[in-house]
């Protein structure tokens, strides 16, 4: 089927509770945005299952939890204060800013249409600098991570020491990062304030090849994990000339996003760079000697990246689906559906009473209660159930359970399916056992 458009997409986050924009009731913050009850929800299974699959369920992997204002002498050292640069021009008439290598520099300006008043690019940092201290005068500069990275690698002795890994091995992170944007845009793919999703894994000079293809391939199997389309997905080897300072190869998963294809994921070749410019800047050693051959090496890092935020939109883009559903008088109603995958759906269970009648609902209340103390479950007994369904289809609850009036007898409930409507009549004893089966996690 085709993609949604940005404006769909942007329009039931928002209606539905997964985004809002942030500082709403003060006109808001340029491409700042808030994850509502349900967006937090999802985003925090897309985290989850992300830890589950490569932090628990991998013997070579630890986790680890970085600061996120670090010594300045550490992006000194990363190549951070030197290189971490956009090109910056701005238009002379109106003082937009653009990233010089994203736009045409021989067009007008885009925003005010005047011709040949763009200044030549200049290099534009953008770590976003703040003090620590009392006195901004007296104070020592700081700066929000760029990245989680290099919090990784300064800790790796300590963490080499106390986990007892040997390499290859993997120190896996999620947290916020802070870039300060040219040009932040297109909902939450590109925003000032993101998360990141970050492993580093350090192997052996001579096996980097074997381990970036095993990395590549896992990036491919998270993503089918996400239920994101695969035909939208397309890799882009990063020519020499593009590299980022740090990087000896590096392939980005592209995805057909609305607005056009561009990063999803990146998978890095760091080489011995970072180590090796810790080492160098702090004086210690973080050389890596094998217990078992004694040779001593300083280990090459292979660097899986994932973006949180980009994971969630790509989720919902793939997810979301029109699709014609009969109605009770014959006729064809539009049904929209966000097939999530049931590990990363926000709801996983909808609890409906057919009415708001005392009866209904004593029957209703206690199942809801019992489901939730092991799945994500709601209780909803406004509107007709018709619209509750519809309202469960548009945020992607896997099942819906409907308590009737027949359920006062045969203590049976109805179990409605979100992708194939079909409904089923489950004994309210055997729900659990019905969820246990049914749900894939």
Same mark, same amino acid.
């Given at each position: ?18 985004? /809002? ?5 003060? #006109? ?63 238009? !002379? ?12 520099? *021989?067009?007008? &300006?885009?925003?005010?249409? !005047? ?8 290099? @534009?940092?953008?770590?976003? +600098? ?44 999620? #947290? +916020? ?13 590109? *925003? ?9 894994? @350090? ?6 090849? =074997?381990? /970036? ?15 994101? +389309? ?32 561009? %990063? ?12 090796? !410019?810790?080492? =160098? ?40 689906? %029109? ?10 109603? +539009?049904?929209?559906?966000?097939? /999530? ?17 005392? %009866? ?7 199942? $809801? ?30 099942? &819906? ?13 109805? $179990? ?23 749900? !894939?996690?």
């Amino acid at each position: 089927m085709s993609q949604p458009s940005m404006d769909t997409i942007v329009n039931l986050a928002k209606t539905r509770g997964f985004v /809002f924009p942030g500082s709403d009731i003060y #006109g808001g913050l340029a491409n700042s945005w808030d994850y509502g009850p349900l967006g937090v929800e999802l985003k925090n299974n897309i985290k989850h299952e992300w830890w589950k699959r490569f932090v628990h369920g991998r013997i070579d992997m630890v986790g680890q939890d970085g600061a996120i204002i670090m010594n300045p002498k550490v992006w000194e050292a990363s190549g951070h204060l030197e290189n971490f640069t956009d090109p910056l021009v701005e238009c !002379k008439n109106c003082h937009e800013r653009y990233r010089a290598d994203q736009i045409d520099l *021989t067009k007008p &300006c885009a925003k005010c249409g !005047k011709s040949e008043t763009l200044t030549e690019p200049a290099s @534009f940092n953008m770590m976003f +600098k703040t003090f620590m201290g009392p006195k901004e005068e007296s104070a020592s500069t700081v700066y929000l991570r760029p990245e989680t990275a290099q919090a990784i690698f300064v800790d790796f002795p300590q963490v080499l020491m106390t986990s007892r890994k040997r390499i290859p091995f993997g120190i896996a992170q999620i #947290g +916020k990062a802070f870039r300060n944007e040219i040009t932040p845009g297109n909902f939450i793919f590109r *925003t000032r304030e993101f998360e990141q999703m970050e492993i580093e894994y @350090f192997v052996h000079p001579d096996d980097w090849k =074997e381990k /970036f293809e095993m990395w590549l391939k896992e990036l491919h199997g998270w993503i089918d994990f996400c239920g994101i +389309k695969k035909e939208w997905v397309h890799e882009y080897e990063t020519p020499g000339s593009e590299l980022a300072h740090y990087s000896e190869r590096t392939v980005d998963l592209e995805f057909d996003f609305p607005f056009g294809k561009s %990063e999803l994921y990146g998978l890095a070749y760091r080489t011995d760079h970072d180590l090796k !410019k810790h080492s =160098e800047y702090s004086g210690r050693d973080l050389s890596y000697t094998d217990t078992v051959t004694g040779e001593k090496y300083i280990p090459h890092v292979i660097e899986p990246s994932l973006g949180v935020d980009r994971t969630l939109l790509a989720v919902m883009l793939s997810a979301y689906t %029109e699709e014609e559903a009969p109605t009770a008088d014959g006729g064809v109603d +539009k049904r929209v559906v966000m097939k /999530f995958p049931h590990a990363l759906a926000p709801i996983k269970i909808a609890v409906l009473p057919l009415s708001k009648k005392p %009866e209904l609902r004593d029957v209703a209340l206690p199942i $809801v209660e019992k489901l939730s103390k092991k799945w994500n479950a709601e209780y909803d007994e406004t509107q007709s159930i018709g619209r509750r369904y519809r309202r469960q289809d548009e945020i992607g609850t896997p099942y &819906c359970v409907t308590v009737d009036f027949d359920s006062l007898n045969d203590h049976a409930v109805t $179990v409605r399916d979100r992708d194939t409507m079909v409904q089923e009549r489950i004994a309210i004893g055997e729900l659990e056992d019905y969820f246990f089966k049914n749900l !894939k996690s």
